[in-house]
C-alpha cells in the first residue's frame, strides 16, 4: 500500500497529511470474482432507473449512499439534473411527511426537550465530533410548505446536507444533520403509532429559548469549527433565532437568507432582459410579493439591495416593493399586523383592503410577481395575463415548494404570457418548445447559494455570517452564467455546473468576510483571486471511485 503526503498549512507553519485514499476493496472471496467500478456505477443507476416510484427511488439512493457513499456522489454529480428533485425538492417533501413509516436506520441527531440541562452530553455522543464543519438544524415545525412535521423534518437536514457535499465539496462525514423535538402541533403524527417524536403538543416560547439558548452554547462548545445553517423553523422563530444568534456564532438562515439570495441573483438577470425588452431603467422595477411569511419578506429584504445597487437609497428601495398575505395587500392603515411584515407595510395607502390579487395587480402595476404562499394555482390564467398586459416580458416567479404548491406552472405562465415570460420557480418543471423555440424554466433553488456560501464561511473560519457574505453570494451567482446560458435567456446556470458554480461563490464570500473583518483564515488575505480559487478546489471533497 502506497500512502502519499501532501503539504498544506497552519497558522503560518508547513505540516503534512495523509491524501484521501479510496475505499478498501474487499478481501479476496468477499466479493464476486468481477466486479469493475465502472460496470458497478452502471448497475447501480440502473437500478434506480427501474424504479417507477419517487419515493422507492430516495429510499434506495438512501441505502445507497449509506453504504457506498462514494458511488452516491459519483452518481450525484454525474446526474445533477436527474437526482436532485429526488434527494432534496420535490420528493423530500413526501419523505419527510412519511419518514418515520420509511425509517431504516439511525442518522443524525435528535435532542428533545427531555435533554434540557445535559445537551452537551448527548452532542458529544456524536462520533465525529473533530471533523464535524456544517449542521442544518431544524425543529420539523415548518417544512417546506407542509407545515409542522415534528422529528419528520430531518429529511430536510439530510438532504440539504447531500447537497452540501455534491455541490460543494463538503467532506460526507464533516455533516451533521441535527431535529430538535419540541413536540408537534400536528394530531395525526400524534396519533400515529410509528411516529417518533415525542407526543406532546409543542413547548412555549420561554422554554424554548431557555433549550435554545442553551442549546447553542453547547453546540459551540463541542463542535468549534462548526458552522449552523438554520432550516424550516416557523415564521416567527427563524426571524427570532437569527437575530438571537447571528452576531455571537457563525450561522444563517437558509429560508431568509438563502432563498433572498437565489432570487435576488434570478432577478438581477430577469430585470435586465425586462428592461432591455421595456426601455425602462432598471430602477423603475416594482415587485410584488405574494406571501408575507418568512420566506416572503426575508427575499424581499435581499431583493432591497438589487435597488440600492442602482444608487437609490434605503426608503427608495423599500418603496419598490408590496406584500400580500392572507388579508390582501399589507398597509398600515390595515391594523395590527405580525412584527416582520411592518417594515414593508405601505404608508402611502390608507383606503378599504384590496384582498383580491387582480384588483392589487392593477394598483401596484408590478413588473414581477413573486409567490411564496404555498398556494397552488394562485396565479391563475387572469393573473397571468394581467401580468403580460402590463409588461412586455413580465417577471413571474412562483417560489413554493413542493411543486404541487407551485402557485402556477411553466407551462401556463408561458401560454398566458405567449412566451414573453421571465420564469422562475422554486421546483423544477420541464421544459417545454413555443412556437419552435425551446423554452427553459429558472429554477431558484436554495442549492445554488448554500453550499458555496457554506463552504466560503467554513474556508474563512468565519465568526459570523455577514449579510455582506450572503450578498456576495447572489452576486457571485448571477455573474457565473456563461455565454451561452445568457444566448437563451437563463436566469440560472446550468445545475451540471453546481461544483464550479459552488467553487467561485465560495471564492466570493471569503473576500467579503476578509472586508468584514469577520474571517480567521488571515493567511488567506494575500492570496490572488486565481490562488484562492485553486485553493477553494483544493478543499472540495470528491468521490474516490
Known amino acids: 500500500m502506497t500512502i502519499i503526503l501532501t503539504p498544506y498549512w497552519s497558522n503560518g507553519v508547513q505540516k503534512l497529511k495523509m491524501a484521501p485514499q479510496p475505499p478498501p476493496k474487499p478481501k479476496q472471496g468477499l466479493a464476486p470474482p468481477v466486479l469493475n467500478d465502472d460496470i458497478h456505477t452502471v448497475r447501480c443507476l440502473a437500478q434506480l432507473r427501474s424504479k417507477e416510484i419517487p419515493l422507492e427511488k430516495y429510499i434506495y439512493l438512501s441505502a445507497l449512499k449509506h453504504e457506498n457513499p462514494d458511488m452516491f456522489y459519483k452518481l450525484c454529480l454525474n446526474n445533477m439534473a436527474e437526482f436532485t428533485p429526488i434527494i432534496y425538492t420535490p420528493v423530500v417533501g413526501e419523505a419527510c411527511q412519511k419518514w418515520s413509516a420509511i425509517y431504516r ?78 413536540g408537534t402541533n400536528t394530531q395525526k403524527y400524534l396519533d400515529d403509532p410509528f411516529y417518533m417524536g415525542l407526543r406532546q403538543r409543542r413547548i412555549g416560547d420561554e422554554e424554548m429559548i431557555e433549550f435554545m439558548d442553551e442549546f447553542m452554547h453547547e453546540i459551540s462548545a463541542a463542535f468549534p469549527k462548526l458552522l449552523i445553517q438554520f432550516e424550516d423553523f416557523s415564521t416567527d422563530h427563524a426571524f427570532m433565532w437569527l437575530e438571537r444568534f447571528r452576531s455571537k456564532y457563525p450561522l444563517f438562515n437558509d429560508d431568509i437568507q438563502g432563498t433572498g439570495a437565489v432570487v435576488l441573483s434570478g432577478f438581477i438577470n430577469a430585470a435586465k432582459l425586462s428592461s432591455a425588452a421595456s426601455g425602462k431603467p432598471l430602477t423603475s422595477h416594482r415587485i410584488l410579493f405574494f406571501g408575507a411569511g418568512s420566506a416572503g ?13 442602482q444608487g437609490l437609497s434605503e426608503k427608495e428601495a423599500r418603496e419598490r416593493i408590496w406584500l400580500v398575505d392572507s388579508q390582501g395587500l399589507v398597509f398600515d392603515a390595515r391594523g395590527p399586523m405580525a412584527e416582520h411584515k411592518k417594515y414593508f407595510s405601505r404608508r402611502d395607502y390608507a383606503g378599504p383592503p384590496i384582498k383580491d390579487l387582480l384588483d392589487i395587480l392593477e394598483y401596484v402595476k408590478p413588473t414581477a410577481l413573486l409567490g411564496l404562499s404555498t398556494i397552488s394555482n394562485a396565479f391563475h390564467a387572469g393573473v397571468i395575463e394581467a401580468m403580460a398586459a402590463l409588461n412586455p416580458r413580465p417577471i413571474i416567479f412562483p417560489l413554493s415548494n413542493p411543486v404541487n404548491l407551485s402557485e402556477c406552472s411553466f407551462q401556463d405562465a408561458v401560454q398566458h404570457t405567449d412566451g414573453q415570460v421571465l420564469f422562475a420557480s422554486g421546483s423544477p418543471f420541464p421544459e417545454m418548445e413555443w412556437k419552435g423555440k425551446m423554452l427553459y424554466p429558472g429554477q431558484g433553488n436554495n442549492m445554488y447559494i448554500f453550499p458555496g456560501l457554506g463552504l466560503g464561511a467554513i474556508l474563512a473560519r468565519a465568526t459570523s455570517v455577514t449579510d455582506t457574505m450572503v450578498e456576495a453570494s447572489s452576486l457571485g451567482l448571477a455573474e457565473s452564467l456563461t455565454p451561452d446560458e445568457r444566448s437563451v435567456d437563463l436566469l440560472y446556470p446550468r445545475i451540471e455546473r453546481i461544483r464550479e458554480i459552488g467553487a467561485f461563490i465560495a471564492k466570493e464570500v471569503i473576500r467579503a468576510s476578509q472586508k468584514a473583518g469577520v474571517d480567521r483564515s488571515t493567511d488567506l488575505r494575500s492570496m490572488s483571486d486565481e490562488e484562492l480559487l485553486a485553493f477553494v478546489y483544493s478543499k472540495m471533497w470528491s468521490p474516490m471511485i
Open 297 to 309: 419578506v426575508g427575499v424581499a429584504m435581499q431583493l432591497m439591495s438589487f435597488f440600492t445597487m
Open 105 to 182: 436506520r439511525p442518522e443524525g441527531m435528535y435532542i428533545s426537550i427531555k435533554d434540557k440541562g445535559k445537551i452537551g452530553s448527548v452532542l458529544k455522543n456524536w462520533p465525529k465530533l473533530d471533523e464535524a464543519r456544517i449542521a442544518v438544524v431544524t425543529d420539523g415545525s415548518r417544512i417546506l410548505g407542509l407545515g409542522d412535521l415534528g422529528v419528520n423534518g430531518m429529511g430536510i437536514s439530510v438532504g440539504k446536507l447531500s447537497l452540501y457535499v455534491a455541490g460543494a465539496g463538503i467532506r460526507p462525514h464533516s455533516t451533521v444533520p441535527i431535529c430538535l423535538d419540541f
